[in-house]
Each structure stands twice: as C-alpha cells, then as structure tokens.
C-alpha cells in the first residue's frame, strides 16, 4: 500500500497490507475488548477522549502536514481539520451521557422505557478527503456509545490510518478498541461477513457505498451512508453580492473542491448573474496555486491523478456542449496533479457538469428566471447532501431551505458539518446521520423494556 505526495507525484512510503487472516485475528481481539469497554462509565471514556483532544492541538503541526503530504490539502485547512477533530471529541465527551440517557415513557406497564446499548465492533469504511474528520467524525460517538471500531482507510491515506491508531493508543485507549485495517476495498465484504462485526459505515463515492450497503444487507448488518453530492448555492436578486461571492470562492474550492458538501452548482437569478461571473471570476483568477505545505498557497493539487483526469474530463465534455469558460479549463504544466480554478457559465442540466458530482475546483453557473424555477433546478438532481440560499430576505430564505430536497440547508452561510447538528443526505448521498444525538443513537440498540 503505497503513499504519494500528489504536489510532487514521489512516494513517500509503503505499508505491509494485513493478510485475510491478520484481519480476522484482529477482529477477534476487537470483539474481545468491546466485551470490556461496554461495561466502562461514560465518565471513563470522556476522559479519554479528552485526553485525545489534548493530544491532537498539542500534535496539530505534524498531522497537518502528515494529511497534507498523503493527499494535497492546503495547510491552513490540515490544521482546521485536526482542530475539528479535536471540538468533536470534546462534544461527545461532554454530551454522550445525556444523549444516550434512559426514557421513561408512559403506557399501561408499571413501568416502561427505552435503553440505549452499544451494538458492538463497527466497521468504518472512510475516505482520503478527510482523513482525519471522517474518522473522528465516526469513531468519537460511536466509542463514547460504546462500541469498538475497526477502520478502513482509503488505500492512498495508510500513514493517516497508521498515526489515528497511534493517537488513541497514546490517549490510553485500550490496545485493541480501535484498530486500522490495511486492506485494499476488495477485502471489506469478509470483514462485513464476520459474525463479530455488527455494523458498517461508509463515506465515499455512489459506487463504494452501493458496494458496501449491498454487503451490509446480505448479511444483515446495519449500515449508514454519506456519499457524493451536488450542493445547489442559489443567489437571488437581493443578495449581499460581495458576501455571497466571497462566501462562493470558499465553498467551492475547500480542499481544492474535493468536498461531498462543497458548492457545485450555482444557481443565480437573471438579473444579478453578470455580476456574480464577473466577480467570482475575477475572485478565482486572484488565487495563488503552489505547494500545499506553504501557508501562502490558496490552491493545491488534486488528491490522485484520476480525479485530475476526470475533472479534465467532465470540463471538456461540458464545454463541447455548449458551456462558456470564463476561466482556467486545464491541467496546470507543473508538478504534481495540478488542475486550474474553473469558472464556467451557460450551463445546462443535461451536461456533465450538472449531472454528474463535480470533485474538484469548477464552479457551474446557471441563470434561472426566478425563485420558482431556481428551487425546480436545484431540486433536480440525483444527490441531495446541502446547500445554501442567499437574500436579504431571512424569512423567505427559510421558506426556500425547506423547499430544496437535502439533508442541510444553509439560509447565507457556507454549507459545513458542525458536531452540534446531524450531518447526512438523501436520495443517492446516502442514508442516516451523523454528529448531534441523532448520530450516536445510528448504532447503538434503541431497547424497550416494559415491566408489568
């Protein structure tokens, strides 16, 4: 299992795979300490997991750069992200107990409630976007519920999956509760077979989540599912253009674009669109590409070079339909997976540019007459992850966030995960939540107990 630098295309280590029969010695062992953990008080594991809290500021500079180096962020998100990380496992360690308490309920028992009880060794199957957040975006509720956790990374992150291992061993987690598998995709359905492994998360593409969920439901086995998405960022004709374009930039090329819950599709009323191309236009063409280790760089590399030559792709087949670039368009003659901030307008919903999850830095424009037509266009999609609306008309942007078919709307403010909010899509971004009560409770047993 190889790790690339993607600013340089060197590599920068190997990592000895797990063999089938390390995988299944490991999974016995995880089982094993779950037996343990599930009986130790949430006062116990807060501690711990504010003990990683600690480790993970007192560290953030060299997980920083180890995220950056494997998969081309920029540093100044690498080190957002380990902070993220970090509020995460304050959250749960400061909320879990409440979130999981006993409910008393009435009805005709002398007593009657609902327990919450860990389900037991849960199976993280998670992505090179983010490889420090999606993890811990997982594995802090789901520990605190309980639950013991295996992780499998994304094979071109291993030294990510390696250090979180490391990270909880050094916050005096126990040995075997959390455990990095080095496998490679092929070998997720024998983990998921395991009579051991009673639950599965994934985040990443349609496929792998189609994949996955298929495996989960042959041997019944819960899953959740956070996938690709298209975020619709509709501007109406009152909006505060210099927010909202400068909010625009941001929300298109956060992690060079590489972001399920990054805008996408801009959708903008007539009367205001010259003015938005013009303006993020002249915003795109302002950043500064170079290497992701520099504070000072604005644009960095894309993660793997067939991401670069899919968005290559996707720009290229969209303008021989008709789109109009406004600028970048192509792969920049530097080393590395260098690909140009695009802006390309005219954009219609048959192109790919539409149709299909754009992973990378290209913003889509469409004009759209009117309100109506504006929620109809973002509403059409195959994805449904978030979003944003922006007005000044705060009680009419309410009315249109509920009116767009997602998990998450965000009336002018830029779409993003927050541990106080649950975090998840529908239709083909997936099943389930995340974060908030509503994602520890994913995978634990919601038990009744009547008494009579």
């Known amino acids: 299992m190889k790790s690339i630098n993607p600013a340089t295309n060197l590599p920068i280590r190997e990592y000895r795979e797990h063999t089938p029969e390390e995988v299944q010695a490991i999974i016995i062992e995880v089982h094993k300490e779950w037996l343990r953990w599930k009986e130790t008080s ?13 480790l993970l500021r007192e560290n953030s500079d060299r997980y920083a750069r180890l ?16 902070e993220k990380c970090a509020k995460v496992c ?3 360690a400061d909320n879990a107990q409440e979130f999981l308490k006993d409910q008393v309920l009435l009805t005709d028992a002398r007593k009657s409630m609902v327990v919450f009880q860990p389900l037991g060794v849960v199976l993280a199957v998670m992505p090179w976007n983010f490889p420090f957040w999606q993890v811990f975006r997982f594995a802090a509720p789901s520990l605190m519920a309980g639950n013991a956790a295996l992780l499998k990374h994304a094979s071109n992150v291993p030294g990510c999956a390696v250090a979180i291992e490391k990270l909880f061993l050094e916050a005096g987690f126990p040995v075997n509760l959390f455990r990095s598998l080095l496998i490679p995709s092929s070998g997720v359905e024998a983990v ?16 792998a989540g189609s994949q996955v969920a298929s495996q989960a ?7 959740v599912l956070e996938l690709g998405g298209s975020d619709a960022f509709i501007v109406l004709e009152d909006a505060d253009m210099e927010k909202t374009v400068a909010t625009a930039v941001q929300a298109r090329l956060i992690n060079q674009g ?6 996408k599709r801009f959708i903008v009323v007539e009367s205001r669109i010259k003015e938005f191309e013009e303006r993020i236009t002249e915003a795109f063409n302002k950043l500064k590409p170079g290497d992701p280790q520099d504070v000072l760089t604005d644009v ?16 290229r087949r969209s303008i021989d339909m008709g789109a109009r670039l406004l600028t970048g368009g192509k792969k920049m003659d530097r080393p590395g997976w260098y690909y140009e901030p695009t802006v390309l307008t005219d954009i219609r919903q048959e192109m790919p540019v539409f149709t299909e999850e754009t992973f990378g830095p290209v913003a889509s424009i469409i004009s759209v007459k009117d309100i109506k037509e504006a929620i109809a266009v973002a509403n059409n999609s195959i994805f449904g992850l978030g979003g944003s609306v922006w007005t000044e008309d705060i009680t009419r942007g309410e009315v249109i966030a509920r009116r767009v078919n997602t998990g998450a709307m965000f009336v002018n403010g830029l779409t993003k995960s927050d541990p106080r909010l649950p975090f998840g899509g529908i239709n083909r971004s997936g099943y389930g939540r995340e974060l908030a009560d509503f994602g520890i409770r994913e995978f634990v047993n919601i038990k009744t107990i009547w008494i009579g």
């Not at 995220?67 to 380990?82: A, C, L, N, W």
């Open 42 to 54: 949430f006062e116990e594991r807060s501690k711990l997991f504010r003990n990683l809290a600690h």
């Open 300 to 315: 960095g590399p894309m993660a793997r070079e067939d991401l670069l030559n899919d968005i290559a792709s996707q720009v």
């Open 217 to 223: 439901g042959k041997y019944i086995k819960k899953s």
């Open 258 to 263: 590489q972001s399920c819950i990054a805008a």
């Open 192 to 207: 998921i077979a395991n009579p051991l492994v009673k639950a599965v998360t994934l985040t990443g593409s349609e496929s």
């Open 67 to 82: 995220i950056t180096s494997e998969m081309g962020k920029i540093i100044r998100e690498s080190s957002g992200e380990i």
């Open 90 to 92: 304050e959250f749960y």
